[in-house]
């Protein structure tokens, strides 16, 4: 049997059964389209996950001290030891954070009063902690070389101080 005799007879075949070949290429289509949607939620699954693990930090290390109360000067972090760690060929960012919480700041109404929580960090932090700006920009290198006044708020205290 040759080649063509071959095709007339798949085609005579296919033209004389027309439901199982309908039902055997509906099988076909509805087999591979599943294939491709699972697959495609498994990735799409596993994308957003690993983009929540970023935003929280599975690549971040934060030493800090754990009584700081009883700690002396020589006990803390300076900026040599910042440079030390930046210099490390696996370190991308480096942000020295200084963090004081806890003091009264009066707001529009001067009888209204509320706990303060500031966090002094460098221009690195926005890459550690990925912050979302609305409006606005993140501070550059040059704002703290120059140590200008810059602050960054959350969307909460944007919204309670200057209403948008």
Do not use: C, W
Not at 31 to 43: C, D, L, P, R
Not at 123 to 134: A, F, L, N, T
């Amino acid at each position: 049997m040759n080649m063509m005799e071959s095709v007339k007879s798949a085609f005579s075949s296919v033209f004389a059964n027309k439901m199982r070949s309908f039902l055997t290429m509906l099988g076909i289509i509805i087999g591979i389209s599943s294939v491709i949607v699972i697959t495609s939620i498994g990735q799409g699954s596993q994308t957003k996950m690993m983009d929540e693990f970023n935003k929280l930090g599975v690549s971040k290390i934060t030493i800090s001290m754990k009584d700081r109360g009883s700690a002396r000067s020589r006990d803390y972090l300076t900026m040599d030891d910042v440079e030390v760690i930046r210099a490390h060929p696996e370190v991308k960012n480096v942000s020295p954070m200084f963090y004081a919480g806890g003091a009264k700041v009066k707001l529009k109404n001067p009888k209204e009063t509320r706990n303060l929580y500031i966090q002094g960090v460098n221009e690195e932090h926005r890459y550690i902690d990925q912050y979302e700006m609305i409006h606005g920009r993140f501070f550059v290198e040059t704002d703290v070389k120059t140590k200008n006044p810059i602050v960054i708020i959350d969307n909460g205290l944007a919204l309670k101080v200057f209403g948008r």
